[in-house]
Nanobody, 114 residues
Framework: QVQLVESGGGLVQPGGSLRLSCVAS????????MDWYRQAPGKQRELVAT???????DYVNSVKGRFTISRDNAKNTVYLQMNSLKPEDTAAYYC????????WGQGTQVTVSA
């Protein structure tokens, strides 16, 4: 049974930082490209950051220079370090193991507010 479990969300003030984690089980983690998506209320789910099997990363323009995606294959974990957070980063954040069909976590809420 495949499981992706996100953690690390919460309430943070503008300019603050959070680190999200996503632990995978039931898959050969190192064989998967991994993504972080987010979805704000009333908006479509948005791809935020990706990391492929070799560690190459890419980001949506709105988070470049502020967010960093990384992975630890020994721990079956993908991370999203989020710095200089803005209110518009408020959303539920989901990790995704990229494959035919794909696998999703349950999400973790990030709220950026004073």
């Amino acid at each position: 049974q495949v499981q992706l479990v996100e953690s690390g969300g919460g309430l943070v003030q503008p300019g603050g930082s959070l680190r999200l984690s996503c632990v995978a089980s039931g898959i050969i983690f190192s064989a998967y490209a991994m993504d972080w998506y987010r979805q704000a209320p009333g908006k479509q789910r948005e791809l935020v950051a990706t990391i492929n099997r070799s560690g190459t990363t890419d980001y949506v323009n709105s988070v470049k220079g502020r967010f960093t995606i990384s992975r630890d294959n020994a721990k079956n974990t993908v991370y999203l370090q989020m710095n200089s957070l803005k209110p518009e980063d408020t959303a539920a954040y989901y990790c995704h193991a990229r494959s035919i069909g794909g696998y999703w976590g349950q999400g973790t809420q990030v709220t950026v507010s004073a």
